[in-house]
């Protein structure tokens, strides 16, 4: 079955962070929504990923920055490095304006994505999805802008992602809860080699809940036929 990913955060604990009064990130148990796989360790304040392509291995750096003297922990941003074990080069060395390291996926197609936040310590935050490619030149390719309520699938070979991007009810009695099911934005994301281009369907006609496996993609689909007929589910997992 296909899963669906998400980030989830509300709090920091050191860098790295959990929700609040839940899990850190959303899980299931039949599939639907699963935490990344992830290579990872973590050196002192570092993130650190390994990306594997063909016979090489390279190290994902993530070094988190305070900015200004700060205490704060979310008043920072990040430095990206990616190391070539073999050699120790650094083929690639950057700041970016982001605070937290999101999801890292290495899919079946060994494609590499992760997702990068800026969050200001609540429960609500942006980050943007980037395809990360070595070729042998380096590259952040950003796939789509994503927010608390994000969760997205990618098909079999990588090339398309489905984005439900949750919007909340904020006339709705008693109010919406961030764990509770919310009406959905669907977007496909077509990734070519130097773009990105998007196709949105529109708003979902119910609201649906992906936390903790509530919902699968075949009860969506029953839920939403006119909205989900121009997807080609054939190429999804499910």
């Given at each position: 079955?296909?899963?669906?990913?998400?980030?989830?955060i509300?709090?920091?604990?050191?860098?790295?962070f959990?929700?609040?009064?839940?899990?850190?990130?959303?899980?299931?148990?039949?599939g639907?929504l699963?935490?990344s796989?992830?290579?990872k360790?973590d050196?002192?304040?570092?993130?650190?990923?390994?990306?594997?392509i063909?016979d090489?291995?390279?190290?994902?750096?993530?070094?988190?920055?305070?900015?200004?003297?700060?205490?704060?922990?979310?008043?920072?941003?990040?430095s990206?490095?990616?190391?070539?074990?073999s050699?120790?080069?650094?083929?690639?060395?950057?700041?970016?304006?982001?605070?937290?390291v999101g999801?890292f996926?290495?899919?079946?197609?060994?494609?590499?994505?992760i997702?990068?936040?800026?969050?200001g310590?609540?429960?609500?935050?942006?980050g943007?999805?980037?395809?990360?490619?070595?070729?042998?030149?380096?590259?952040?390719?950003p796939?789509?802008?994503l927010?608390e309520?994000?969760?997205?699938?990618?098909?079999k070979?990588?090339?398309?992602i489905?984005?439900?991007?949750g919007?909340?009810?904020?006339?709705?009695?008693?109010?919406?809860?961030?764990?509770?099911?919310?009406?959905?934005?669907?977007?496909i994301?077509?990734?070519?080699?130097?773009?990105?281009?998007?196709?949105?369907?529109?708003?979902t006609?119910?609201k649906?809940?992906?936390?903790?496996d509530v919902?699968?993609?075949?009860?969506?689909?029953?839920?939403?036929?006119?909205?989900?007929?121009?997807?080609?589910?054939?190429?999804?997992?499910?």
């Amino acid at each position: 079955m296909e899963t669906l990913k998400h980030v989830l955060i509300c709090s920091l604990v050191s860098i790295l962070f959990i929700s609040c009064g839940h899990k850190g990130k959303a899980t299931n148990k039949s599939g639907l929504l699963t935490k990344s796989k992830t290579y990872k360790s973590d050196i002192g304040d570092d993130t650190i990923y390994k990306i594997e392509i063909g016979d090489k291995t390279y190290q994902l750096i993530f070094k988190h920055t305070e900015l200004h003297e700060s205490e704060d922990d979310m008043d920072s941003t990040i430095s990206i490095s990616i190391v070539d074990n073999s050699t120790h080069d650094t083929l690639y060395n950057k700041i970016l304006n982001y605070n937290l390291v999101g999801d890292f996926t290495k899919t079946a197609n060994n494609n590499y994505f992760i997702s990068l936040i800026s969050s200001g310590g609540g429960s609500g935050y942006s980050g943007t999805l980037f395809k990360i490619k070595i070729t042998p030149k380096v590259v952040f390719q950003p796939i789509l802008e994503l927010g608390e309520l994000s969760y997205w699938i990618f098909n079999k070979y990588d090339t398309e992602i489905i984005l439900f991007d949750g919007k909340w009810d904020f006339n709705s009695k008693p109010p919406e809860s961030h764990f509770e099911a919310h009406r959905q934005n669907i977007s496909i994301y077509k990734i070519q080699e130097n773009n990105v281009t998007v196709k949105k369907l529109g708003m979902t006609r119910r609201k649906h809940d992906f936390i903790d496996d509530v919902e699968t993609i075949n009860d969506f689909k029953k839920k939403e036929p006119v909205l989900t007929k121009e997807i080609k589910w054939e190429d999804y997992n499910q």
